[in-house]
């Protein structure tokens, strides 16, 4: 019996297109061997609504008490207080199933794994564009920040967040904490900010970036998250995280997939960041190359 039959109330609408939980339950079980690549080893912040997406929603971090005893939980050192927090991890697919039959539509995964959280293995670079702003523009300065990685001696990719932007990610080493690769995500968008004011900014006030792009690299810290690949997103129409080719970025939106979509997808192509741990870059030697 699959586990996404065992779903709790399947007919409730989650999304007023007509999404119900079973739907997004099942989804969830069918990409489970495409995501879980994605989720495994790292703490997550869940982002849950249990009356769909025109009802309340959190994010959860602090995992709940009435999750069951097999569900992996680690206790990860918070910052700036002490204790921990109690991040929920999803190895395997019964968790994932579980967690998206507690309602988690969306799952937010830390830049670092559980067993190295001080250093990441990512760098991300969140294009966040202003209202009116063109798809051609946008993907422009994707590929942009692509070009710029790549000098850098970075390997870039690219994902659809399933909201207004892109994100561009590069894999790292992991030899280096958080401190240089924020550092590294500010000096690659001021760079890219210097080079083209008009149209981009690093202005964390929103009042100070007026018309323009905003190249976030807030998500390069401890404890910060960016949305897992396939996630779905609590947006009407139910629209997915899309991991992309670098070629597909001149057809596909920010919002292109939803459930049906991305089930044909997966069904006649692989995840194209199936093999994004085989190139781990080093932050320090692209932080030498910038500087």
């Known amino acids: 019996m699959s586990p996404s039959s065992l779903v709790s109330n399947p007919d409730k609408l989650f999304y007023p297109s007509g999404v119900s939980k079973g739907d997004v339950v099942g989804y969830y079980d069918d990409i489970a061997e495409t995501m879980l690549p994605h989720l495994r080893g790292r703490p997550l912040t869940l982002?849950?609504?249990p009356d769909g997406i025109e009802g309340e929603g959190w994010f959860q971090k602090e995992a709940s008490n009435h999750f069951p005893d097999w569900l992996r939980v680690e206790a990860i050192p918070a910052r700036g207080k002490e204790g921990d927090v109690h991040h929920v991890v999803c190895d395997d697919a019964?968790?994932?199933v579980y967690l998206a039959n507690q309602a988690t539509i969306e799952f937010h995964v830390w830049l670092s794994t559980v067993d190295n959280l001080d250093n990441p293995d990512h760098i991300v670079l969140d294009l966040d564009p202003p209202?009116?702003?063109?798809?051609?523009?946008?993907r422009g300065v994707a590929r942009r920040t692509r070009d710029l990685f790549g000098e850098l001696g970075l390997t870039p990719f690219v994902q659809a967040t399933g909201g207004r932007g892109y994100h561009v990610v590069a894999p790292l080493d992991a030899e280096e904490n958080f401190d240089t690769v924020r550092e590294l995500a500010r000096a690659v968008a001021d760079r890219l900010a210097e080079a083209d004011p008009e149209r981009l900014t690093t202005a964390q006030?929103?009042?100070?970036?007026?018309?323009?792009?905003f190249l976030d690299t807030n998500r390069n810290g401890y404890g910060q998250t960016f949305i897992t690949p396939y996630?779905?997103?609590?947006?009407?129409?139910?629209?997915?995280a899309a991991p992309l080719d670098w070629q597909e970025l001149s057809r596909i939106s920010p919002?292109?997939?939803?459930?049906?979509?991305?089930?044909?997808?997966?069904?006649r192509k692989t995840d194209p960041w199936d093999e994004i741990d085989a190139h781990p870059g080093s932050a320090t030697a692209a932080l030498d190359k910038l500087t």
Do not use: Q
């Open 47 to 49: 982002r849950r609504y």
């Open 94 to 96: 019964r968790t994932l």
């Open 131 to 138: 209202d009116g702003t063109s798809l051609s523009e946008l």
């Open 205 to 213: 006030r929103k009042e100070k970036r007026g018309n323009r792009i």
């Open 231 to 240: 996630s779905l997103r609590a947006r009407k129409g139910a629209p997915v």
């Open 255 to 267: 919002d292109g997939f939803d459930i049906d979509s991305m089930r044909r997808r997966l069904a």
